[in-house]
C-alpha cells in the first residue's frame, strides 16, 4: 500500500510543473547565449545641452560688388588715336583685271588715242566703282564728251594734291554731286560703257597740280595696303 501511495505521488505533479521548469532552464540557456555585454551611455550631469532660440540666430547678406572703373578723362579720349579707313582704295572689285594699261598703246577704236592717258579696269558691267582717297568732288556729270558719265575728285595725300577722274560709268549711277566730300573706298558709281567707249569698264586718270596724267595703276598699288 506504501507503494502504490508513492507512486500515487509522483504520477500526480502537475503537468504544468514540469513543463515550467523546462521553459524556463531553456529559456535561461538561449538568454545566456544572445545576450552578451550591455552598452552603457553616460553622460555627466553638468553637460551643456545646445538649444536654438528663436529670433537669435543671424542672417549675412551677400557683399557689395565691386566699385565701377573711374571715367576716362576726355583728354585721354581726345588723345586716343582714331582709325577712319584706309587711305587710298581701289576703285573696283577685281583691280587684276585691266584691259588696257597706261601709257602707249593700239587704239582700240577710231577716234581712241594711241597714248592712253588712263588705265581701264574690266571689272564688270553695274560693278561698284570708288573714290581712290578722300576729297572732295569738283566735277560730276552724265555729259562728259568722250568720257561719258564721269566724276572727278580733288585729293590731298603724302602731302600733295592729286585728282582722280573715273569715265565711261552707266548712266544714273552717280552718287555724288560737286562739293560733295568722299572718303576713300566709297562708292560714287557704277562700271558702264558711256562715251567713246567699246565695252562696260572704268576709265581712271589721275594728274596732279600741272595737269600731267600719271600711271594710276602704279600709284595706287605703291600705296593700297
Given at each position: 500500500m506504501l507503494f502504490a501511495g508513492g507512486m500515487a505521488v509522483a504520477t500526480s505533479?502537475?503537468?504544468?510543473?514540469?513543463?515550467?521548469?523546462?521553459?524556463?532552464?531553456?529559456?535561461?540557456?538561449?538568454?545566456?547565449?544572445?545576450?552578451?555585454d550591455p552598452q552603457s551611455l553616460?553622460?555627466?550631469?553638468?553637460a551643456a545641452v545646445s538649444t536654438i532660440t528663436p529670433?537669435?540666430?543671424v542672417v549675412e547678406s551677400a557683399p557689395p560688388p565691386p566699385p565701377p572703373p573711374a571715367p576716362i578723362a576726355v583728354a585721354e579720349l581726345e588723345a586716343a588715336p582714331v582709325f577712319n579707313g584706309p587711305v587710298v582704295a581701289w576703285p573696283v572689285l577685281y583691280p587684276d583685271r585691266i584691259s588696257s594699261p597706261f601709257g602707249p598703246r593700239t587704239a582700240p577704236c577710231a577716234g581712241c588715242s594711241t597714248d592712253h592717258d588712263g588705265v581701264d579696269f574690266n571689272s564688270g558691267d553695274g560693278t561698284p566703282v570708288m573714290a581712290v582717297a578722300a576729297g572732295t568732288v569738283i566735277s560730276s556729270t552724265d555729259a562728259g564728251g568722250g568720257y561719258g558719265v564721269m566724276i572727278e575728285i580733288e585729293h590731298q595725300v603724302d602731302g600733295s594734291t592729286v585728282?582722280?577722274?573715273?569715265?565711261?560709268?552707266?548712266?544714273?549711277?552717280?552718287?555724288?554731286?560737286?562739293?560733295d566730300t568722299v572718303s576713300a573706298g566709297e562708292q560714287i558709281g557704277s562700271i558702264g560703257s558711256t562715251g567713246q567707249s567699246t565695252g562696260?569698264?572704268?576709265?581712271?586718270?589721275?594728274?596732279?597740280?600741272?595737269?600731267?596724267?600719271?600711271?594710276?595703276?602704279?600709284?595706287?598699288?605703291?600705296?593700297?595696303?
Open positions: 505533479v502537475p503537468a504544468v510543473a514540469i513543463t515550467t521548469s523546462h521553459t524556463d532552464t531553456s529559456a535561461t540557456s538561449q538568454t545566456a547565449a544572445i545576450v552578451g553616460e553622460v555627466a550631469a553638468d529670433g537669435t540666430y585728282t582722280s577722274l573715273y569715265a565711261h560709268m552707266s548712266y544714273g549711277s552717280r552718287l555724288v554731286e560737286v562739293g562696260a569698264h572704268l576709265h581712271l586718270e589721275m594728274y596732279g597740280t600741272d595737269g600731267v596724267r600719271f600711271d594710276g595703276y602704279d600709284w595706287l598699288a605703291a600705296r593700297v595696303g
